[in-house]
Nanobody, 128 residues
């Protein structure tokens, strides 16, 4: 079964850190673009960061650059999002998504092409 499963969300205080995990299964990991998105209540989905698994290139939205770090463990077919200096406005449901044909810049960072595969999301709440 093709799936992405996020984990690692939770409640954290302002200024704290959290690492999200995205476990991929059922498809050939290499060659995919894997992105992280979030959606807060009443707001549009926002692309945050993306990694090309084949060459490890990473991309970030301006809103998280310098605070969030994306990485992958290709042997375990997992992608991580390390989040630091968290703010209340980072509160949202966080999703990972994957696509074989769409470049990170076309589907996650400034782009609008939807990714094919999506996880179920994990809630991140930052208290003030």
């Amino acid at each position: 079964e093709v799936q992405l499963v996020e984990s690692g969300g939770g409640l954290v205080q302002t200024g704290g850190s959290l690492t999200l995990s995205c476990a991929a299964s059922g498809f050939t990991f290499n060659g995919y673009s894997i992105g992280w998105f979030r959606q807060a209540p009443g707001k549009e989905r926002e692309g945050l960061s993306c990694i090309h698994i084949s060459d490890g290139k990473t991309f970030y939205a301006d809103s998280v650059k310098g605070r969030f770090t994306i990485s992958s463990d290709n042997a375990r077919t997992m992608v991580f999002l390390q989040m630091s200096s968290l703010k209340p406005e980072d509160t949202a449901v966080y999703y990972c998504a994957a696509d074989l044909l769409t470049h990170c810049l076309a589907g996650v960072i400034g782009g609008t092409i939807p990714f094919d595969l999506w996880g179920q999301g994990t809630q991140v709440t930052v208290s003030s």
